[in-house]
């Protein structure tokens, strides 16, 4: 069964500190995104990425960064993690063939007290 | 980026049909139409995609009018399982996806 793993199911974490979350696909696809869900908003893009080494911002780049050294691992950076940061976040990855769609994780709940 | 439109929240009942529909006036030509499931704590999944007509998987069908300008997602006989977020997105590119607040959807007993 093809999978995209998010690291940490909850997360807590202080204002101020450096937060990382993971991502890790099997699936070898060529692209991976970070979405941010809040209650009445849907899913909000973050970053996305279609390749090594290669990052988009999305919608709402503000206060994160992203990084992809490996195709199966993308990762989220909140340098310094506020409190309006609070939300599930959430990975996916596709092929790149829009009829496949995309594949996500379970999400990370992250809260930053 | 086409903009897209649909209920916030729906209620049915067990084995009822449901019909959610999805306005995006400004489809482009190459736009394609995609259908997304959220229950809760999960991250959205695929259900169904189309460009025109009509659609059908084992999970539900998809009706889009010959001016695209709407779409339908049908759910056959729904039961308490189908409780959850549906999404009806527009691209041509999946980077293009957006998802909006999505239609809750509440099967009752």
């Known amino acids: 069964d093809v999978k995209v793993t998010q690291s940490s199911r909850y997360l807590v974490k202080r204002t101020g500190e450096k937060v990382f979350l993971e991502c890790v696909q099997d699936m070898d696809h060529e692209n991976m995104f970070w979405y941010r869900q809040d209650p009445g908003l849907g899913l909000r893009l973050i970053y996305f990425?279609?390749?090594?080494?290669?990052?988009e911002k999305g919608d709402i780049p503000e206060g994160y960064s992203v990084s992809r050294e490996k195709k199966e691992r993308f990762s989220l950076i909140l340098e310094s993690a506020s409190t309006n940061q609070t939300s599930m976040y959430l990975c996916?990855?596709?092929?790149?063939?829009?009829?496949?769609?995309?594949?996500f994780g379970s999400g990370t709940r992250l809260t930053v007290v | 980026l086409a903009k897209t439109t649909q209920p916030i929240s729906m209620d049915s009942y067990e084995g009822q049909e449901v019909n959610i529909t999805c306005s995006h006036n400004?489809?482009?030509?190459?736009?394609?139409i995609t259908w997304y499931q959220q229950f809760p704590s999960q991250g959205p999944r695929f259900i169904i995609q189309?460009?025109?007509t009509k659609v059908t998987n084992e999970v539900a069908s998809l009706f889009i009018p010959a001016d695209r300008k709407s779409s339908t997602l049908s759910l056959p006989r729904v039961s308490l399982s189908d409780t959850a977020v549906y999404y009806c997105?527009?691209?041509?590119?999946?980077?293009?996806?957006?998802f909006g607040a999505g239609t809750r959807l509440t099967v009752k007993p």
């Open positions: 997105l527009v691209a041509q590119r999946d980077n293009d996806m957006r």
């Open positions: 400004n489809i482009a030509t190459n736009d394609y």
């Open positions: 189309g460009y025109k």
């Open positions: 996916a990855s596709s092929s790149g063939a829009l009829n496949y769609g995309y594949t």
């Open positions: 990425s279609y390749d090594v080494k290669m990052k």
